[in-house]
């Protein structure tokens, strides 16, 4: 249960990246896995009592990928998921809003956050 949740997590991440991220702030190294495994971190980070609806409400949502494009929401094609992550982020149902908030908020905060630091980075290196 517990890959099934990171290889969503990634998905989602991935896919928020994709469409909402800004390709121009980049450096030549996409940072995708230092995203994903920035939000991973986050989670870890959260008290228990906030891990596990966090779990379970993305398993559904993974789960969700069944009754949409017949497979789990990690294993549909980009097009398919960002269909999904429109549906869910535009629900009448609260949770589901605010599920795609949580993993939007940060993996955008993680994408800039990584990007800034490989900036700085560069920078420091063209100085020295």
């Keep these: ?3 099934i949740f990171q290889h969503t997590v990634s998905a989602l991440c991935y896919s928020i990246m994709e469409k909402r ?3 121009s ?3 030549s190294v996409f940072p995708n896995n230092e995203v994903v495994n920035f939000v991973l971190q986050q989670y870890q980070n959260m008290p228990d009592f906030l891990q596990l609806p966090i779990v379970i409400l993305t398993l559904a949502f993974d789960g969700w990928g ?5 497979q ?3 294993q549909l094609p980009p097009s398919t998921r960002w269909r ?3 549906r869910w982020r535009n629900s009448p149902i609260g949770l589901c809003r ?3 908030r949580f993993y939007e908020s940060l ?3 993680g994408w800039y956050s990584s990007t800034d630091k490989k900036a700085i980075e560069g920078y420091d290196e063209l100085l020295s």
């Design 66 to 70: 069944l009754l949409q494009g017949g």
């Design 25 to 27: 702030s980049l450096s």
């Design 21 to 23: 991220g800004d390709s």
């Design 98 to 100: 605010d599920l795609i």
């Design 72 to 74: 789990l929401f990690h």
């Design 1 to 3: 249960m517990h890959l």
């Design 107 to 109: 993996t955008i905060f």
């Design 84 to 86: 999904q992550i429109q």
